[in-house]
């Protein structure tokens, strides 16, 4: 009875960007479509009537604001002095109202202007009964900047401190978005039912240069409107396989990281992560939190992905940027194909395996336009420019502000030769095979002693035969079942040694699955295999070939 054509995989990203930076309605209206072909990418409940989640990125429309302000009752000033929040408050009026109370009490804290609310025009009558009784009261709320500051970044930060404190004081009140340089319009919907919810996304008054969409499939985490992507600045297709360990060292080093802001916010915005939200939303939060300390948003996403740096042919300085990096933060890893913006740039990223595939355009009018496959938008072979497709580890970077794209090597080589990295290693870097051993003499026990001491803690036979000696003969942790054949450690008739109680917690949904007997890697040969997976013969040559379980199969030069 099984189809394998029936199969709904993995989550549904796409974006458009107006590489000169014009604003237009057809941006808008292009990102809607991709989404809304996306079906087949996106969870939904048993009846067919509620989404996982469904939203869109975009850059701050100052015609459309000015003439929606207006029609509020909202005085607002030249684009970039002021900041759009999006707010998913309770039904309830009055938590409502208090909440708005709060809100508005923070912002006159922190030196700016509150200017009023709007009530976003929404069709709740379209969704499916279980988003309806679970849907927010959706408003928007306007924020003056100060005087003296600067627009962008500088206006976003104290943005983003309001946020932070109101989120800590507020929990029961979920900010989509606050900036003067980017909005998300998203909830628990059906792909086609985004562009029909919010009336904005109707208005061809509203004029975006950039525009990132995503259909949810959700694997880890309960589907609801605050988990629907875009995330502040990320949509993300793909699990974090590591996230608690991630979540758990960006809690740790809270302590030992500083900057000129931090230092005088420290309180207000820490913690860093929120661990009520998905595993995306928690890298959303450390980007955004790096981003806010002064590092370029491109270099925050080159940090928590790198690509597999110690094995791969690369620059030396660019190698060096990694490991430096690698000595702070670990990697966020997984399967992951990661769309990000701040709303002047835009960018995209692969993960180091390429599990998660990103194909792109480019075309004549100086469009870009990138989805998870091909067949996103009817386009005329004619008015494409380059087509062509993310490649594993690849990031590559649209800056709306100079008008051109960035590709991988020249984005990487700017932020490697930046600064001395390798100098840094080289003068500071400690290696453990370095370190003198101390010149004591090793205690040495009995077998008798030894045979006490592995009973006391726990240890088998097969624990020190299998394990134990084969480390100490070779150096290395012996490769045995991925399976586990013995009895839980609180349920065990015996006494198992503690890290037994421990077990590995990760995400592993990726397609096609990672197993040895699927995959295949050869260097120095060329290998060609039959469509049945059958190997025919092998010549000489340079090549790895990947997925042979797959029919179509791609080759990739090592030199390369």
């Not at 976003?120 to 499916?128: A, E, K, M, N």
């Not at 009784?133 to 104290?158: A, E, L, Y």
């Not at 270099?299 to 940027?321: C, G, L, N, Y």
């Amino acid at each position: 009875m099984f189809d394998y054509m029936n199969e709904h995989d993995a989550c549904g990203i796409g974006a458009v960007v107006q590489i000169d930076g014009t604003p237009s309605f057809d941006v808008v209206d292009k990102a809607l479509h991709i989404v809304e072909k996306l079906e087949h990418r996106a969870g939904k409940d048993a009846t067919g009537q509620v989404g996982d989640g469904v939203g869109i990125l975009l850059a701050v429309s100052d015609d459309f604001f000015q003439k929606a302000a207006k029609e509020a009752g909202i005085s607002i000033q030249e684009k970039g002095t002021y900041g759009v929040g999006m707010f998913f408050f309770p039904e309830n009026e009055l938590e409502r109202n208090q909440a708005k109370k709060l809100f508005e009490t923070i912002t006159e804290k922190e030196g700016c202007s509150f200017l009023g609310w709007r009530k976003v025009p929404t069709s709740p009558s379209i969704l499916g009964k279980v988003a309806q009784d679970c849907m927010p009261s959706i408003w928007q709320g306007f924020v003056q900047k100060p005087k003296g500051v600067k627009n962008g970044i500088d206006f976003d930060r104290i943005l983003y401190v309001i946020r932070r404190e109101f989120e800590k004081s507020c929990p029961d009140t979920y900010v989509a978005s606050l900036s003067s340089r980017t909005i998300v319009y998203k909830g628990m919907f059906l792909v086609d039912q985004l562009r029909k919810f919010y009336a904005d996304l109707q208005d061809t008054d509203y004029k975006s240069a950039i525009a990132i969409v995503h259909s949810r499939f959700s694997t880890n985490t309960t589907p609801s409107w605050q988990r629907a992507h875009p995330n502040r600045l990320i949509a993300h297709n793909g699990e974090i396989n590591t996230i608690r360990g991630n979540a758990n060292r960006m809690l740790a080093r809270e302590e030992s990281m500083s900057s000129d802001f931090i230092e005088d916010e420290y309180q207000k915005i820490l913690p860093v992560i929120n661990n009520a939200g998905s595993d995306s939303a928690m890298l959303d939060n450390s980007l955004e939190f790096l981003m806010m300390n002064g590092m370029d948003l491109a270099k925050a996403v080159m940090i928590t992905i790198p690509e597999p740096w110690k094995h791969v042919p690369m620059d030396q300085s660019r190698q060096d940027f990694y490991h430096y990096y690698a000595t702070m933060m670990e990697p966020w890893d997984g399967p992951a194909a990661i769309l990000f913006s701040d709303g002047e740039k835009c960018g995209a990223v692969l993960d180091r395996n390429g599990l998660r595939p990103s194909r792109y355009y480019i075309t004549k009018d100086g469009q870009f336009i990138l989805s998870s496959e091909v067949g996103v938008l009817d386009l005329d072979p004619s008015d494409i420019v380059i087509k062509s497709r993310l490649e594993p580890g690849k990031m590559l970077l649209i800056d709306t502000i100079e008008g051109r794209l960035i590709p991988d090597e020249e984005l990487k080589e700017n932020f490697a030769k930046s600064k001395p990295y390798g100098e840094w290693l080289s003068l500071k870097l400690l290696d453990l095979k370095n370190l003198p051993a101390p010149d004591k003499k090793v205690r040495m026990h009995s077998q008798e002693d030894r045979d006490r001491l592995y009973r006391v803690f726990g240890y088998t036979f097969e624990d020190v035969n299998d394990q134990l000696l084969a480390m100490a003969k070779t150096g290395k942790e012996p490769t045995a079942s991925m399976g586990t054949d013995i009895p839980l450690a609180a349920l065990s008739k015996l006494h198992p040694s503690l890290f037994h109680y421990f077990k590995q917690l990760f995400a592993q949904v990726t397609n096609p699955p990672i197993d040895s007997l699927r995959e295949k890697v050869v260097t120095d040969t060329t290998v060609y295999i039959g469509s049945s997976g059958n190997l025919l013969e092998e010549k000489a040559g340079n090549c790895t070939v990947l997925e042979v379980n797959n029919p179509i199969l791609e080759a990739r030069d090592l030199d390369k």
